[in-house]
């Protein structure tokens, strides 16, 4: 790893890097291979760190991702797997991430700066400081400023039972810097420290209380509401309700928790709504955070399901009012938990069939992480340990609300939501937030095509712009499906689990499949249709076709005339990839893409057509075009009536960069906008 600080320092290039490291062109190639293979899951990692120098690896992977032979996304994957396998030191995987990113930056950028703004996309919290700090030092940064939080850093790591004495004895600009480096639950007490020291209501009339939040670049973060001031409202007159308009529409189960913020709330004080986008502008984990003198909430709060990375915690996530969640796919629900601990009253809501759903994900990242990530690791990452904490996500699920499509609350005094269906997934929302007389409308993910409607006259629109400026051309799912049924023997059905599975039944079961064919519907995504009640057929007997619902389904039960609809929907693993490897050899099998494909999976690359896979599998390999989302041509539609502000959340890598609709607005993930 020291030849990476050789490049940082500009004393190599990358691909004199490469040729050093791995040696001749041939074995790059055949390194690039492994390499995909591993991404694949072709080979297990163990095989792989037995086969190969793992340093080498890692280091040919950045530096084919310089030469376009890999995807940003791919080098995330590859990091995080070794990490996560416990091979790969948090200093060496901070340098890892500065090399990667040089591609985006001529120069190297201020190391502490670097890591402030992108090493949560690569898998590392806040608690590195010091191999940030020494990674600084090596490259010959001036650090001096920071020698605060060096000391206090090691002081709260060290000895954490001083922690509440460190940070009352700091100044405030110190204070503020250190929340960038600590855990979540210490960043919260040091925001309500910072808060308790600013504003000091006891002693300030109401304008002067207003004037600090002006004049104060901390205040400004945060909304003047209840949950800022803490017991600290004393300075404020309370205000008569009216009892019939203002509560009416409150979540009855709420009304005496949220009672002080309508009776101490100053609805009338007029102040732009700031909008965050901490989870960034892509398809990844969602998250956008909405913040405003009469509130502040978040919309969805998503982990990747590729690198199983979370949003940029800002310190505005302390203080959150509420949360909505759009609906249950790991990408805007996965990193809910995190917001909790054991003991944090947050109230967030979605639909009956959101809370259904995330529960079983949530427990499903608690059995994979603590089944396949190295325990020392997930003992030593504050962050990583919540999400899977059993209380963290009991916590979470007792803090929720039941949302009904087209239903209307009053969330905060001068905020009040309305729900639209989103048709994505079973109970997806969207959101109309009428918030200080300004309106923001989220559509979640959606599907427009299946019906699903909103206002076009909102301030600001926030759309799913997952095929934004794409066309697609393959085969409708009814077109697919029926030329499978003709022409295999038995057909093998990749789908993800929450929605598509259940989908995909529904498509076959138009097409009569069930009379003559044997369908297995597997794994969660069978257990989701027992939950929700989704009739799935007859129980078949022998001889004669139907439904059933199974754990799994072994290589010897997928016979003739057998369908499996199975998660891993990109094959990279799970009863899918099982049945997959073992029908390779055979022509007479039919395998059915039907969902995204991420640039790193096996799915993506057999439909690229990769040499190294065409020669592996000899299955009849179909993608046939079935969507959550809105497709390109009514996205357009939709785009051309809305009368406001537009702008594109959701979006694949690049769509921003290369869009041609010049009124389309493209958010920036460290910014915020104001309406």
Partial sequence: MDHILSVL?????????????????????????????????????????????????????????????????????????????????????????YLTLLKTYSKPIDSITFFKAHMRDFGVNSFDFIEVKTIADELGEDTSSYEFVETKYQSVVQRPEYFQDIIENSDNDDLEELQHWVDADQRSLITDLLLSRRVKI????????????????????????????????????????????ELADIPQSLTMNWLPRFVYSKPELEENVRIYYPGGPHIGHSAIVVKSNFGSFMMDFGMSVVNTSSSRWLPLMDKLDF???????????????????????????????????????????????????????????????????????????????????????????????????????????????????????????????????FPTDADITLFDSTYFERYDTYDPAEVGLKAALESSDRILIPAFSMGRSQEILFELKKLGAEKDWTIYLTGMGGKLASKLNI??????????????????????EFVEKSIVIAGQGMLQAGTSRWL????????????????????????????????????????????????????????????????????????PEGAYQNKERQDVEAPQKFDHMTI
């Avoid at 009739?535 to 010897?556: C, D, F, Q």
Wanted: hydrophobic share 35%; proline share 3%; aromatic share 8%.
């Fill in 202 to 245: 006891e002693s300030k009339s109401y304008e002067d209380t207003l004037q600090s939040f002006e004049e104060d670049t901390y205040l400004q973060q945060f909304p003047l509401s209840h949950d800022v001031l803490g017991d600290k409202i004393a300075g404020f007159e309370p205000r008569t309700i009216d009892m019939m308009t």
């Fill in 323 to 453: 949360v909505l969640i759009s609906h249950a796919h790991m990408d805007h629900s996965g990193s809910l938990p995190l917001l909790y601990g054991s003991e944090r009253k947050l109230p967030w809501f979605g639909h009956a069939h959101t809370r259904v759903m995330t529960e079983m994900l949530w427990g499903d990242t608690r059995r994979l992480t603590w089944g396949n990530v190295d325990h020392d690791v997930v003992e030593a990452d504050p962050y990583l340990k919540r999400l899977v904490s059993r209380g963290s996500i009991l916590n979470a699920l007792n803090n929720f609300h039941d949302f009904k499509v087209g239903e209307t609350k009053r969330l905060l005094p001068s905020i009040k939501v309305t729900s639209h269906d989103a048709s994505h997934l079973f109970g997806s929302l969207g959101f109309d937030i009428e918030i200080g007389g300004k309106r923001i409308l989220y559509t979640g993910d959606c599907n427009i095509d299946k019906g699903a409607t």
């Fill in 9 to 97: 320092k500009g004393e190599l290039g990358i691909d004199e890097l490469l040729l050093e490291v791995v040696g001749s062109e041939t074995n790059v190639s055949e390194l690039l291979l492994a390499i995909q293979q591993l991404l694949w899951k072709e080979v297990e990692f163990e095989v792989f760190a037995e086969e190969h120098e793992l340093g080498s690896a890692l280091i040919c992977a950045i530096c084919l991702y310089h030469n376009n032979k890999l995807d940003i996304t791919d080098v995330r994957v590859i990091l995080n797997l070794f990490y996560t396998a416990n091979r790969l030191s948090k200093r060496d995987l901070v340098r890892c991430a």
């Fill in 535 to 556: 009739t799935v057929g007859r129980s078949p007997t022998k001889g004669s076709g139907g439904t059933i619902i199974a754990p799994t389904v072994k290589p010897e």
């Fill in 580 to 651: 997959f490897d073992d029908t390779k050899e055979d022509d007479r099998t039919s395998v059915i893409l039907c969902g995204y494909q991420a640039p790193n999976t096996l799915g993506y690359h057999l439909l690229q057509n990769h040499n190294h896979l065409l020669g592996r599998y000899q299955q009849q390999i179909r993608r046939v075009k079935m969507s959550g989302h809105t497709s390109g041509g009514e996205l357009d539609k939709f785009m051309d009536n809305l009368s406001n502000r537009k702008v594109m959340v959701h979006a």
